[in-house]
Protein backbone atom coordinates (compact mmCIF):
# COMPACT_ATOMS: atom_id res chain seq x y z
CA UNK A 1 0.00 0.00 0.00
CA UNK A 2 1.06 3.10 -0.61
CA UNK A 3 2.61 5.43 2.42
CA UNK A 4 0.97 8.93 3.05
CA UNK A 5 0.86 10.71 6.10
CA UNK A 6 -2.82 9.25 7.29
CA UNK A 7 -6.06 10.60 6.61
CA UNK A 8 -8.62 9.53 9.00
CA UNK A 9 -9.10 9.77 13.00
CA UNK A 10 -11.15 10.39 15.87
CA UNK A 11 -15.19 10.09 15.68
CA UNK A 12 -15.90 9.71 12.20
CA UNK A 13 -12.74 9.92 9.97
CA UNK A 14 -10.50 13.46 10.21
CA UNK A 15 -8.12 15.09 7.69
CA UNK A 16 -5.27 17.12 9.19
CA UNK A 17 -3.35 19.04 6.94
CA UNK A 18 0.74 17.75 6.30
CA UNK A 19 3.34 20.60 6.81
CA UNK A 20 5.07 20.59 3.26
CA UNK A 21 8.73 19.51 3.25
CA UNK A 22 11.03 22.23 3.57
CA UNK A 23 13.06 22.61 0.81
CA UNK A 24 16.59 23.78 0.01
CA UNK A 25 17.57 27.10 -1.82
CA UNK A 26 17.11 26.56 -5.36
CA UNK A 27 15.97 22.98 -5.29
CA UNK A 28 12.78 21.84 -6.62
CA UNK A 29 9.34 21.69 -4.76
CA UNK A 30 8.86 19.07 -2.83
CA UNK A 31 5.74 17.08 -4.23
CA UNK A 32 2.99 17.48 -1.91
CA UNK A 33 1.99 14.36 0.37
CA UNK A 34 -1.64 14.53 -0.79
CA UNK A 35 -0.23 14.70 -4.55
CA UNK A 36 -2.12 11.78 -6.23
CA UNK A 37 1.10 10.25 -7.57
CA UNK A 38 2.39 10.19 -3.96
CA UNK A 39 -0.84 8.74 -2.02
CA UNK A 40 -3.05 7.21 -4.77
CA UNK A 41 -3.31 3.78 -6.30
CA UNK A 42 0.16 2.70 -7.83
CA UNK A 43 -1.56 0.20 -10.80
CA UNK A 44 -5.03 1.46 -11.35
CA UNK A 45 -5.08 2.07 -14.69
CA UNK A 46 -7.25 5.04 -16.26
CA UNK A 47 -9.95 4.20 -18.53
CA UNK A 48 -8.48 3.72 -22.44
CA UNK A 49 -10.17 2.49 -25.83
CA UNK A 50 -9.71 -1.69 -24.68
CA UNK A 51 -12.04 -0.51 -21.92
CA UNK A 52 -15.30 -0.65 -25.42
CA UNK A 53 -14.51 -4.38 -25.31
CA UNK A 54 -13.75 -5.31 -21.73
CA UNK A 55 -14.25 -2.64 -19.05
CA UNK A 56 -12.65 -2.22 -15.45
CA UNK A 57 -15.88 -1.23 -13.97
CA UNK A 58 -17.11 -4.72 -14.33
CA UNK A 59 -14.40 -5.44 -11.62
CA UNK A 60 -15.87 -4.94 -7.93
CA UNK A 61 -12.09 -3.82 -6.89
CA UNK A 62 -11.64 -1.27 -9.44
CA UNK A 63 -15.17 0.41 -8.72
CA UNK A 64 -14.22 0.60 -5.17
CA UNK A 65 -11.10 2.35 -5.88
CA UNK A 66 -11.77 4.70 -8.37
CA UNK A 67 -15.42 5.74 -5.56
CA UNK A 68 -12.18 6.22 -3.06
CA UNK A 69 -10.15 8.31 -4.87
CA UNK A 70 -13.43 10.50 -5.76
CA UNK A 71 -14.39 10.89 -1.75
CA UNK A 72 -10.76 11.30 -1.45
CA UNK A 73 -11.22 14.27 -4.24
CA UNK A 74 -14.05 15.86 -1.65
CA UNK A 75 -11.57 16.06 1.31
CA UNK A 76 -9.04 18.03 -1.14
CA UNK A 77 -11.57 20.41 -2.51
CA UNK A 78 -12.53 21.27 0.89
CA UNK A 79 -8.17 21.52 1.20
CA UNK A 80 -7.61 23.66 -1.48
CA UNK A 81 -10.67 25.91 -0.43
CA UNK A 82 -8.83 26.63 3.17
CA UNK A 83 -5.59 27.21 1.59
CA UNK A 84 -6.42 29.17 -1.62
CA UNK A 85 -5.74 27.01 -4.25
CA UNK A 86 -7.60 27.42 -7.19
CA UNK A 87 -8.52 24.67 -10.00
CA UNK A 88 -4.75 25.04 -11.72
CA UNK A 89 -2.52 24.30 -8.67
CA UNK A 90 -5.57 22.46 -6.80
CA UNK A 91 -4.43 18.84 -5.29
CA UNK A 92 -7.97 17.30 -5.93
CA UNK A 93 -8.54 17.57 -9.37
CA UNK A 94 -6.11 14.87 -10.06
CA UNK A 95 -8.08 12.81 -7.58
CA UNK A 96 -10.74 12.27 -10.55
CA UNK A 97 -9.34 13.71 -14.53
CA UNK A 98 -7.16 10.38 -14.69
CA UNK A 99 -10.88 8.52 -14.52
CA UNK A 100 -12.12 10.69 -17.47
CA UNK A 101 -14.69 12.34 -14.69
CA UNK A 102 -15.79 16.05 -14.32
CA UNK A 103 -16.79 18.16 -11.39
CA UNK A 104 -20.17 19.57 -11.84
CA UNK A 105 -21.01 20.68 -8.44
CA UNK A 106 -20.14 20.90 -4.75
CA UNK A 107 -21.80 20.55 -2.02
CA UNK A 108 -21.47 23.42 0.35
CA UNK A 109 -22.59 23.62 4.38
CA UNK A 110 -24.70 26.88 4.89
CA UNK A 111 -23.01 26.89 8.17
CA UNK A 112 -19.29 27.69 7.53
CA UNK A 113 -19.45 27.59 3.32
CA UNK A 114 -17.18 23.96 3.54
CA UNK A 115 -17.57 21.47 0.45
CA UNK A 116 -18.76 18.41 1.74
CA UNK A 117 -19.53 16.47 -1.07
CA UNK A 118 -19.48 16.94 -4.53
CA UNK A 119 -20.87 15.22 -7.89
CA UNK A 120 -18.58 14.20 -10.75
CA UNK A 121 -19.96 13.17 -14.41
CA UNK A 122 -18.78 11.00 -16.89
CA UNK A 123 -16.60 13.38 -18.77
CA UNK A 124 -17.41 12.60 -22.71
CA UNK A 125 -15.04 15.24 -24.27
CA UNK A 126 -11.86 13.60 -21.94
CA UNK A 127 -12.71 10.77 -23.02
CA UNK A 128 -12.89 11.26 -26.62
CA UNK A 129 -9.37 12.66 -26.17
CA UNK A 130 -8.23 9.07 -25.91
CA UNK A 131 -10.55 7.40 -28.04
CA UNK A 132 -12.89 6.32 -25.86
CA UNK A 133 -15.77 6.25 -28.02
CA UNK A 134 -18.61 5.24 -25.17
CA UNK A 135 -18.91 5.15 -21.72
CA UNK A 136 -17.68 1.75 -20.28
CA UNK A 137 -19.77 -0.54 -19.31
CA UNK A 138 -20.53 -0.32 -15.89
CA UNK A 139 -19.11 3.30 -15.09
CA UNK A 140 -21.74 5.22 -14.16
CA UNK A 141 -22.89 8.36 -15.75
CA UNK A 142 -22.35 10.40 -12.44
CA UNK A 143 -20.71 9.83 -9.04
CA UNK A 144 -21.50 11.78 -5.39
CA UNK A 145 -19.21 11.89 -3.02
CA UNK A 146 -19.45 12.80 0.72
CA UNK A 147 -16.19 13.47 2.77
CA UNK A 148 -15.89 12.70 6.85
CA UNK A 149 -14.76 14.72 9.93
CA UNK A 150 -12.02 16.99 8.76
CA UNK A 151 -10.12 18.40 11.73
CA UNK A 152 -9.01 21.67 10.27
CA UNK A 153 -10.56 24.98 12.48
CA UNK A 154 -12.72 26.44 9.38
CA UNK A 155 -14.76 23.41 9.32
CA UNK A 156 -13.78 21.05 12.36
CA UNK A 157 -16.80 22.31 14.75
CA UNK A 158 -19.36 21.86 12.01
CA UNK A 159 -18.43 18.40 11.29
CA UNK A 160 -17.97 17.05 14.92
CA UNK A 161 -22.26 18.74 15.60
CA UNK A 162 -23.19 16.41 13.16
CA UNK A 163 -20.82 13.47 14.49
CA UNK A 164 -22.08 14.01 18.02
CA UNK A 165 -25.99 14.38 16.51
CA UNK A 166 -25.33 11.07 14.92
CA UNK A 167 -24.05 9.51 18.22
CA UNK A 168 -26.30 10.92 20.45
CA UNK A 169 -29.76 10.24 18.18
CA UNK A 170 -28.34 7.69 15.72
CA UNK A 171 -30.03 9.94 12.91
CA UNK A 172 -28.25 12.99 10.71
CA UNK A 173 -31.97 13.60 9.05
CA UNK A 174 -31.70 17.09 11.50
CA UNK A 175 -28.27 17.97 9.07
CA UNK A 176 -28.20 20.44 6.87
CA UNK A 177 -26.14 17.97 5.00
CA UNK A 178 -28.90 15.32 5.25
CA UNK A 179 -30.62 18.11 2.93
CA UNK A 180 -28.47 19.31 0.76
CA UNK A 181 -27.44 15.61 -0.25
CA UNK A 182 -30.79 14.52 -0.79
CA UNK A 183 -31.40 17.37 -2.83
CA UNK A 184 -28.42 16.74 -5.04
CA UNK A 185 -29.17 13.00 -5.40
CA UNK A 186 -32.91 13.92 -6.58
CA UNK A 187 -31.30 16.07 -9.29
CA UNK A 188 -28.91 13.40 -10.36
CA UNK A 189 -31.27 10.90 -10.36
CA UNK A 190 -33.91 13.23 -12.38
CA UNK A 191 -31.49 13.79 -15.03
CA UNK A 192 -29.54 10.49 -15.10
CA UNK A 193 -31.78 7.98 -13.60
CA UNK A 194 -31.24 5.99 -11.03
CA UNK A 195 -29.20 2.79 -12.36
CA UNK A 196 -26.41 5.70 -13.67
CA UNK A 197 -26.21 7.28 -10.20
CA UNK A 198 -23.54 6.20 -7.52
CA UNK A 199 -23.18 7.19 -3.97
CA UNK A 200 -20.63 7.07 -1.65
CA UNK A 201 -18.94 8.44 1.72
CA UNK A 202 -16.56 8.20 4.10
CA UNK A 203 -16.89 7.72 7.96
CA UNK A 204 -19.15 10.87 7.80
CA UNK A 205 -20.12 10.70 4.67
CA UNK A 206 -20.99 6.83 4.90
CA UNK A 207 -22.85 7.78 6.97
CA UNK A 208 -25.23 10.13 5.47
CA UNK A 209 -25.20 8.07 2.07
CA UNK A 210 -26.65 5.31 3.85
CA UNK A 211 -29.61 7.45 5.54
CA UNK A 212 -29.79 8.67 2.29
CA UNK A 213 -30.00 5.81 0.24
CA UNK A 214 -32.46 4.26 2.86
CA UNK A 215 -34.59 7.53 2.10
CA UNK A 216 -34.83 6.93 -1.65
CA UNK A 217 -35.09 2.95 -1.19
CA UNK A 218 -38.41 3.84 0.71
CA UNK A 219 -39.78 5.76 -2.65
CA UNK A 220 -39.05 2.47 -4.23
CA UNK A 221 -35.86 4.28 -6.32
CA UNK A 222 -32.49 2.04 -6.00
CA UNK A 223 -29.05 3.99 -6.15
CA UNK A 224 -25.52 1.40 -6.00
CA UNK A 225 -23.99 2.69 -2.93
CA UNK A 226 -20.40 2.24 -1.27
CA UNK A 227 -19.77 2.82 2.50
CA UNK A 228 -16.02 2.96 3.95
CA UNK A 229 -15.39 3.24 7.14
CA UNK A 230 -19.67 4.35 8.31
CA UNK A 231 -20.33 4.98 12.06
CA UNK A 232 -21.85 2.24 13.90
CA UNK A 233 -24.95 3.18 15.41
CA UNK A 234 -23.87 0.82 18.03
CA UNK A 235 -20.99 3.08 19.40
CA UNK A 236 -23.00 5.55 21.15
CA UNK A 237 -24.59 2.81 22.92
CA UNK A 238 -21.40 1.48 24.31
CA UNK A 239 -20.91 4.91 25.45
CA UNK A 240 -23.59 4.47 27.98
CA UNK A 241 -23.08 1.24 28.86
CA UNK A 242 -19.34 2.48 30.40
CA UNK A 243 -21.57 2.79 34.03
CA UNK A 244 -24.05 4.86 35.62
CA UNK A 245 -21.64 7.90 36.24
CA UNK A 246 -20.88 7.91 32.08
CA UNK A 247 -24.25 7.48 31.03
CA UNK A 248 -25.59 10.79 33.30
CA UNK A 249 -22.54 12.70 31.88
CA UNK A 250 -23.67 11.42 27.77
CA UNK A 251 -27.05 13.01 28.87
CA UNK A 252 -26.05 16.25 29.58
CA UNK A 253 -24.21 16.07 26.45
CA UNK A 254 -27.14 15.41 24.76
CA UNK A 255 -29.42 17.43 26.26
CA UNK A 256 -27.32 20.66 24.58
CA UNK A 257 -26.97 18.92 21.43
CA UNK A 258 -29.42 19.70 17.97
CA UNK A 259 -32.82 18.30 18.77
CA UNK A 260 -33.19 14.75 16.89
CA UNK A 261 -35.78 16.91 14.06
CA UNK A 262 -36.18 15.59 10.22
CA UNK A 263 -34.78 18.76 8.81
CA UNK A 264 -36.28 20.48 5.10
CA UNK A 265 -36.27 17.44 3.03
CA UNK A 266 -37.63 18.12 -0.57
CA UNK A 267 -40.08 15.14 -1.86
CA UNK A 268 -38.56 12.47 -3.55
CA UNK A 269 -39.37 12.39 -6.93
CA UNK A 270 -43.08 12.57 -6.14
CA UNK A 271 -42.72 9.64 -4.81
CA UNK A 272 -44.97 7.96 -2.07
CA UNK A 273 -42.81 6.64 1.35
CA UNK A 274 -44.48 2.51 1.27
CA UNK A 275 -43.12 -0.62 2.86
CA UNK A 276 -41.00 -2.46 0.61
CA UNK A 277 -41.96 -6.52 -0.56
CA UNK A 278 -38.99 -8.17 0.02
CA UNK A 279 -38.27 -8.90 -3.84
CA UNK A 280 -38.11 -5.16 -4.12
CA UNK A 281 -35.71 -4.54 -0.85
CA UNK A 282 -33.12 -6.78 -2.60
CA UNK A 283 -33.23 -4.54 -5.41
CA UNK A 284 -31.24 -2.25 -3.14
CA UNK A 285 -27.80 -3.53 -1.51
CA UNK A 286 -25.66 -1.20 -0.24
CA UNK A 287 -21.93 -2.34 -0.15
CA UNK A 288 -20.08 -1.63 3.32
CA UNK A 289 -16.02 -1.50 3.99
CA UNK A 290 -15.29 -1.63 7.30
CA UNK A 291 -11.56 -2.96 8.67
CA UNK A 292 -12.05 -4.86 12.64
CA UNK A 293 -9.24 -2.78 13.87
CA UNK A 294 -11.46 0.54 13.38
CA UNK A 295 -13.97 0.43 16.69
CA UNK A 296 -16.23 3.39 15.22
CA UNK A 297 -17.50 0.72 12.25
CA UNK A 298 -16.37 -2.78 13.54
CA UNK A 299 -20.08 -3.48 15.13
CA UNK A 300 -21.09 -3.49 11.35
CA UNK A 301 -19.58 -7.43 11.39
CA UNK A 302 -20.70 -7.83 14.81
CA UNK A 303 -22.70 -11.06 13.98
CA UNK A 304 -26.03 -12.61 15.82
CA UNK A 305 -24.41 -16.00 14.80
CA UNK A 306 -21.23 -17.41 13.15
CA UNK A 307 -19.94 -15.09 10.63
CA UNK A 308 -18.52 -17.07 7.09
CA UNK A 309 -16.03 -15.49 4.90
CA UNK A 310 -15.57 -15.90 1.22
CA UNK A 311 -13.19 -14.73 -1.19
CA UNK A 312 -14.12 -11.55 -2.28
CA UNK A 313 -13.30 -11.95 -6.00
CA UNK A 314 -16.40 -14.57 -6.42
CA UNK A 315 -18.90 -11.39 -5.68
CA UNK A 316 -21.05 -13.96 -3.64
CA UNK A 317 -22.71 -13.48 -0.38
CA UNK A 318 -23.86 -10.57 1.34
CA UNK A 319 -25.05 -9.60 5.36
CA UNK A 320 -28.42 -11.32 5.38
CA UNK A 321 -31.56 -9.60 6.42
CA UNK A 322 -32.83 -10.92 10.30
CA UNK A 323 -35.91 -13.80 10.05
CA UNK A 324 -35.93 -16.92 7.84
CA UNK A 325 -36.19 -14.91 4.32
CA UNK A 326 -32.13 -15.87 3.64
CA UNK A 327 -32.57 -12.19 1.34
CA UNK A 328 -29.34 -10.37 0.89
CA UNK A 329 -29.50 -6.65 1.90
CA UNK A 330 -26.21 -5.53 2.13
CA UNK A 331 -22.52 -6.93 0.73
CA UNK A 332 -20.48 -6.47 3.64
CA UNK A 333 -16.33 -6.30 2.80
CA UNK A 334 -13.92 -6.81 5.46
CA UNK A 335 -10.49 -5.92 5.49
CA UNK A 336 -8.97 -9.62 6.35
CA UNK A 337 -5.03 -8.03 5.78
CA UNK A 338 -4.64 -4.64 6.34
CA UNK A 339 -3.78 -1.70 8.91
CA UNK A 340 -4.52 -2.83 12.54
CA UNK A 341 -3.81 0.74 14.45
CA UNK A 342 -6.99 2.59 15.06
CA UNK A 343 -5.79 5.49 12.48
CA UNK A 344 -5.13 3.52 9.03
CA UNK A 345 -8.01 1.19 10.30
CA UNK A 346 -10.22 4.07 9.80
CA UNK A 347 -8.19 5.74 7.04
CA UNK A 348 -9.62 6.37 3.63
CA UNK A 349 -5.81 5.10 1.66
CA UNK A 350 -6.48 1.39 2.69
CA UNK A 351 -10.05 1.08 0.21
CA UNK A 352 -7.90 2.19 -2.80
CA UNK A 353 -4.60 0.10 -2.42
CA UNK A 354 -4.10 -2.29 -5.12
CA UNK A 355 -2.92 -4.93 -2.52
CA UNK A 356 -5.87 -4.64 -0.38
CA UNK A 357 -7.10 -7.80 1.03
CA UNK A 358 -10.85 -8.65 1.84
CA UNK A 359 -13.09 -11.00 2.07
CA UNK A 360 -16.95 -10.99 2.16
CA UNK A 361 -18.56 -11.47 5.27
CA UNK A 362 -21.69 -14.02 5.42
CA UNK A 363 -23.73 -13.51 8.80
CA UNK A 364 -26.60 -12.31 10.72
CA UNK A 365 -25.88 -8.68 11.53
CA UNK A 366 -27.88 -7.41 14.02
CA UNK A 367 -26.41 -3.70 13.42
CA UNK A 368 -27.25 -3.70 9.85
CA UNK A 369 -30.88 -5.72 10.49
CA UNK A 370 -31.50 -2.31 12.92
CA UNK A 371 -30.05 0.52 9.80
CA UNK A 372 -32.65 -1.76 7.21
CA UNK A 373 -35.52 -2.64 9.46
CA UNK A 374 -37.01 0.73 8.47
CA UNK A 375 -37.20 -0.50 4.64
CA UNK A 376 -39.66 -3.71 5.98
CA UNK A 377 -41.37 -1.56 8.20
CA UNK A 378 -44.57 0.74 6.96
CA UNK A 379 -45.29 3.89 8.69
CA UNK A 380 -48.83 4.05 8.57
CA UNK A 381 -49.43 -0.07 8.87
CA UNK A 382 -48.12 -2.74 10.94
CA UNK A 383 -44.91 -4.95 8.95
CA UNK A 384 -46.12 -8.01 8.10
CA UNK A 385 -42.56 -9.32 8.34
CA UNK A 386 -40.52 -10.32 11.51
CA UNK A 387 -37.54 -9.08 12.84
CA UNK A 388 -35.21 -10.34 15.34
CA UNK A 389 -33.84 -7.56 17.40
Known amino acids: MAKSPPLEASVSGVVSTPEQPKLREGSDPAPHPYDFHVSGPRNLSAPNWRDLIRSSWKDPNYKRMVVACFIQAVYLLELDRQEKRDETTGLAPKWWKP????????????????????????????????????????????VLALRGTLLNRPTIWRDLEDDLRFLAWESLKGSVRFTGTLNAINDMVSTFGSANVCLGGHSLGAGFALQVGKALAKKGIFVECHLFNPPSVSLARSLISFGEKAGSLWEKVRARLPTRGTGTVSPVLGGVERSLSMPEVKKWT????????????????????????????????????????????????VMSKGPQKFLEAHGLEQWWSDDAELQVALNHSKLINRQLRSLYTSSTQPSTQTMKP
Open 286 to 333: PFLYVNNSDYICCYYNDPAGTAVATDVGTGKGGVIAGGNTGDVVAKLF
Open 99 to 142: FKYKLIRTLTDERDNSIYGAVFEWDRSAAMSDFILVRPSGAPRA
